[in-house]
C-alpha cells in the first residue's frame, strides 16, 4: 500500500477529527510526529495551520481525501458495492488524480472496510469548506448513486443526511439531485433552477442569473480540477434547464 505526491503535497483541516481517523493509517506511513507541519514534494517543510484563526487551512488535496471518505460511505450504504458506482468512481479519478489514481483507489477500497461516522464527518467538511465546494462534492455523490439509472432510496437517505450535516439548503440538495433526474420528472428544470412551475418569466430569468452565479467554476478554481469539473458541469445543466424552460415557454 503507497499514498504517494498528492498526499504528500500538502494536507490540512482533515489530519484531525474524524475524516484524519479514517485515514489514520495513510498519514501514519508517511508523518512520524508531524501535527502541525508536513512535508511537501521537495522535502521542505509547510505549516498548514492558518496564524490568523490557529485553524488548519484547506488545500486541494483535503478535498480530494474528503471526497474518498464520503463516497465511501455512499457506496457501501446500502450494504455492497454496485460495479456501476465503482466504474463512476474510476473514471472519476483516472480524469482527476492522473498518475495517482490507482494509488487514490487503494485508498478508498481501504475506507470502504472502514465503519466511519459519515454524519461527523461531513460536519467537519461544513466548518471548513467553502459552500460552493460544499456543493460541488455533494453534486458527485448524488452522481455516484446515479450511476445505473436508479436512486437506491437508503443511499439518498445516507446523502441527504450528508448534505443537512455540511449546511446546505433543501433547495440546493433538490436543484443538484433534479439534474440527474430530467427524463423521469417533467419539472426538473423548475427544481434546478429553485423555482415553482408556477413562476413568471421574469422571476425564472432571475433565478438562473442567481443559479449561474452560484454555480460558476471561478468559485472553487482553488479546490482543484476534480471540484472545478463538477462545479462546470452543474453550471452546464443550469443553462440546460434555462434552455428547457425557455423552449417550453417560448421565452426569447
Known sequence: MSVGRWI?????????GPIGAAIGVFIAMFFESSDNVLEDSDGQGQDYNDPRTNRRRVTPNDIKISILVLVACVMKADGHVKKSELEVVKDFLRKNYGDDANE???????????NIDYVSVAHQVGEYVNYSTRLAILQFLVNVAAADGVFDDIEMQVIEQIS????????DFDSIVAIYKPKRDPNWAYVALEIEATATDEEVKKAYRKMAMKYHPDKVASAGDDIKQKATEKFRAINEAYESI??????K
Not at 487514490?104 to 472502514?114: D, V
Not at 443537512?164 to 433547495?171: A, F
Open 8 to 16: 504528500l503535497g500538502g494536507l490540512g483541516f482533515v489530519l484531525g
Open 104 to 114: 487514490a483507489l487503494q485508498m478508498l477500497k481501504t475506507l470502504l472496510e472502514q
Open 164 to 171: 443537512v450535516s455540511m449546511g446546505v439548503s433543501q433547495g
Open 246 to 251: 425557455k423552449l417550453m415557454r417560448g421565452m
